[in-house]
């Protein structure tokens, strides 16, 4: 009891505090007890304390909320991707539907776009439809490759008209003696419209003594095709033909006993047999 009335005396003891201004102002003199003075400098302490904690939360806050939204927009850019290559899937995947329900080869290898490239970013996801991708791509350059040889393969008839000599050995109609025959002969009436058999490039067109007017097209893929004994040439060296492109005209210039196309295909640098390919009629 004696205590707590030592420590109430103390605190009641006045403390004078002295504000001397600058200007020619009176003194002036604050009594103030000690304890209010005390409770004033540690209400001042925690207010600076509970200041500084605020402050250094907010720069926390603010980091963290950096920090999230970098993370938000890295995910969003990312699903955007994921969702534009799912897209691409399914697009990709309803061209082959389409593509594949065509029934044929030639009409698929006619229709094929081989055009496609995906990229992915989703960590999670990306080596599962990294490989699906990479086998639309397997796929796409399997579709390039078939159609580019597709493209090139001399198809159908160049004139329309008979065979009149097949492919191989045979009698020379002009000397009588056995003779090989590196293409076959098309029996069609003179003027007639000789069209090229594939796309490509006109590598020769002009004169020679014994087939009279020629055409040579270079289709690519190690495919060419020559036209004979033409009336006369529609084309020149250089330009390039569309399968079904008249290139020239039946005649009987050359060595030959009367109008009829002299037609040859040259497979990967030697003559081979037309006849297979002449199964679709133009």
Request: proline fraction near 4%; glycine fraction near 8%.
């Amino acid at each position: 009891m004696k205590q707590l009335r030592a420590f109430l005396k103390k605190a009641c003891v006045s403390v004078t505090i002295l504000v001397i201004p600058h200007d020619h102002v009176r003194t002036l003199n604050v009594r103030v007890p000690a304890a209010l003075l005390a409770l004033s400098l540690l209400l001042a302490v925690i207010g600076g304390v509970c200041v500084v904690s605020l402050a250094v939360s907010g720069l926390q806050y603010r980091a963290q909320h950096n920090a999230m939204a970098a993370r938000v927009r890295f995910y969003s850019d990312q699903f955007y991707q994921w969702s534009s290559t799912v897209t691409s899937l399914r697009t990709v995947e309803q061209e082959f539907r389409n593509l594949f329900s065509l029934g044929s080869k030639e009409a698929v290898l006619e229709q094929a776009d081989t055009s496609f490239k995906g990229s992915l970013e989703i960590p999670e996801l990306v080596e599962e439809l990294q490989h699906t991708l990479e086998s639309v791509d397997e796929i796409k350059n399997y579709l390039r490759i078939q159609k580019d040889i597709f493209v090139a393969t001399p198809r159908g008839y160049p004139v329309q008209g008979r065979i009149t000599s097949s492919y191989g050995r045979r009698k020379d109609p002009l000397t009588g003696g056995d003779a090989f025959h590196s293409g076959i002969d098309i029996s069609s009436g003179p003027g007639t419209p000789i069209r090229a058999t594939a796309d490509g490039v006109v590598s020769h067109s002009g004169w020679t003594r014994t087939s009279g007017y020629v055409v040579v097209v270079e289709h690519g893929c190690g495919f060419s095709t020559i036209f004979a004994h033409n009336k006369k040439n529609a084309v020149q060296v250089g330009q390039q033909v569309s399968k079904g492109d008249v290139i020239g005209y039946v005649g009987s210039t050359g060595r030959a006993t009367g109008p009829h196309l002299h037609y040859e295909i040259w497979k990967d640098g030697r003559n081979i047999n037309p006849q297979p390919y002449l199964a679709v009629r133009m």
